[in-house]
């Protein structure tokens, strides 16, 4: 069975600039999440698709961040304009459904954002 | 908000030795609690989860752990380290109805041969 599968893995760009992270999650799976890991710290989901719908982005910047899962299979995340303190690894993760809590979460390889 | 406590980033342990992690949880309600590992440039991989049932949860690799509600406490163990088992690793919780885990700092495990 395929993995979560995410692109590009590596991304470098100056601030104000923007950028789009690519996630394609385990087939059948109806949940996908995208969380971002910053250096020295454990991974904060940013926003929580079930099927096409969003189920939780309360801790995602809507002034610069903004995602979408069209047709409720890949997802795309977007920063624009990027800030220095957005430099982190952005990981998506999928998950079968939605068991209440106790769904284990598959993770991708994440991609490597620096901000200049 | 349920939250996640992970002690000491760096732990060093000898090829052969206890693995030892430590988690504390806060939570108003009773939690399901994850650890996931990390190894360099990959994403996180399910160690063990304690949903219901039974608190002592076996994993893979040799990992187990025991959920202390007394305690809140959920920690890791390993008999015998090997140095395969460097890596980080993270500690997490969800609550009923929701799917957001949320994870501790994390140890960065490092095994001395």
């Known amino acids: 069975e395929a993995g979560v599968a995410q692109s590009p893995r590596y991304k470098i760009i100056e601030k104000r600039q923007s950028v789009a992270f690519w996630c394609n999650p385990i087939?059948?799976?109806?949940?996908l999440y995208w969380y971002q890991q910053i250096l020295g710290q454990g991974p904060k989901l940013l926003i929580q698709f079930q099927n096409n719908g969003v189920v939780d982005d309360s801790q995602l910047p809507k002034d610069r961040f903004s995602a979408e899962r069209l047709k409720g299979v890949d997802s795309t995340l977007k920063i624009q304009p990027a800030k220095l303190e957005d430099s982190a690894v952005y990981l998506c993760?999928?998950?079968?459904?939605?068991?209440?809590?106790?769904?284990?979460?598959?993770f991708g390889p994440g991609t490597r954002l620096l901000v200049l | 908000a349920q939250s996640v406590t992970q002690l000491g980033s760096h732990v060093s342990v000898s090829e052969g030795a206890l693995v030892l992690l430590r988690c504390n949880y806060s939570s108003s309600v009773p939690p399901y609690l994850f650890w996931y590992v990390q190894y360099p440039n990959q994403g996180l991989q399910l160690l063990l989860k304690y949903t219901t049932g039974a608190t002592l949860v076996k994993g893979i690799n040799g990992f187990e752990a025991e959920f202390k509600k007394s305690e809140t406490s959920f920690h890791l163990t390993k008999p015998s380290a090997h140095m395969s088992d460097a890596a980080e690793y993270f500690c997490?919780?969800?609550?009923?109805?929701?799917?957001?885990?949320?994870f501790g700092k994390g140890n960065q495990v490092v095994v001395i041969p």
């Open positions: 993760a999928s998950s079968l459904g939605f068991s209440g809590g106790a769904e284990t979460q598959y």
């Open positions: 087939s059948g799976h109806a949940t």
């Open positions: 997490a919780v969800t609550l009923y109805g929701n799917n957001r885990l949320a």
